[in-house]
């Protein structure tokens, strides 16, 4: 008897349970609706400024600033690569929680279940998974990525002024190129042959800027190493010897192999570094 009484006490149990669950109503699912609402507001904050940047880019000389700034680039990598990650893990949960809620809005309004479709992905398709097919009729010859309308045409203009030896106006085709397509492929080759003009018309300074702007764009690529080089040969014709001879051996010591290692010798000689 004492047996039956425990089997009674728990089918007793388990049928208030399932009465309890099958009572859902519609106000609990617009209570969950609400709270992923919150969890959705709380990611956009995520977004939001905080204050102003203050990066730690000091350096006592041009190639300090640049590590500095190669560090810096590196930390904010990995910031947004974890950034993602959260992102990702909420598109994940909210997704699924979506899904759940669909389910039982149509179990309470008897629908037919087996009419459910694949929940959409919460604020659309997941960028990881589009994949930005080359476009043939604008080739690369240095493995550059996708350009844009026109950009190749107005890049290869501003490289024919400058094979022409109109210095002023290669240099302003090029500042355009760089304000009209931020973050180009192209920008490191831009930057060299911007500072190429620049040297052109004698303007050693802005020159020089031009090319720390092209090596800083892409310190391990292809034309980083004649960007080194033109740094330092711009800062000794400024007169900043020491300063020139540094960013010079920087030339040999980053890129050993690289037709310009010897130019790098030959300027350090002329300009007497120890």
Not at 55 to 65: A, D, H, K, Y
Not at 70 to 97: C, M, S
Not at 101 to 106: C, D, P, T
């Amino acid at each position: 008897m004492r047996v039956a009484g425990w089997v009674l006490a728990a089918v007793v149990a388990t049928a208030g349970v399932a009465q309890a669950q099958d009572q859902q109503t519609l106000a609990d699912i617009r209570q969950e609706l609400t709270v992923l609402h919150v969890e959705i507001q709380r990611l956009k904050r995520e977004f939001s400024t905080t204050g102003s940047p203050a990066p730690n880019l000091s350096g006592s000389s041009v190639l300090e600033r640049v590590d500095a700034i190669e560090a810096e680039l590196q930390r904010l990598t990995r910031q947004t690569e974890q950034l993602n990650q959260r992102v990702q893990n909420v598109v994940t949960d909210g997704t699924n929680r979506i899904g759940d809620l669909e389910f039982r809005l149509v179990e309470l309004e008897g629908g037919d279940l087996s009419t459910l479709g694949e929940t959409s992905t919460l604020g659309g398709e997941s960028q990881t998974d589009v994949v930005v097919a080359p476009t043939p009729s604008e080739p690369s010859d240095s493995g550059q990525g996708e350009l844009a309308v026109g950009e190749r045409a107005d890049f290869d203009a501003a490289s024919q002024a400058l094979a022409d030896g109109d210095f002023q106006t290669a240099a302003t085709m090029f500042a355009q190129f760089d304000t009209s397509y931020p973050g180009s492929p192209l920008a490191p080759e831009a930057n060299l042959k911007r500072g190429q003009a620049l040297e052109g018309m004698g303007d050693t300074r802005e020159a020089a800027r031009a090319f720390l702007a092209s090596f800083t764009g892409d310190s391990e690529g292809t034309f980083a190493p004649e960007a080194l080089f033109e740094l330092g040969a711009a800062l000794g014709r400024l007169g900043q010897t020491d300063q020139a001879c540094i960013t010079l051996s920087e030339v040999g010591v980053r890129f050993p192999s690289s037709v310009t290692a010897s130019s790098a010798t030959q300027e350090m000689s002329s300009l007497g570094c120890s």
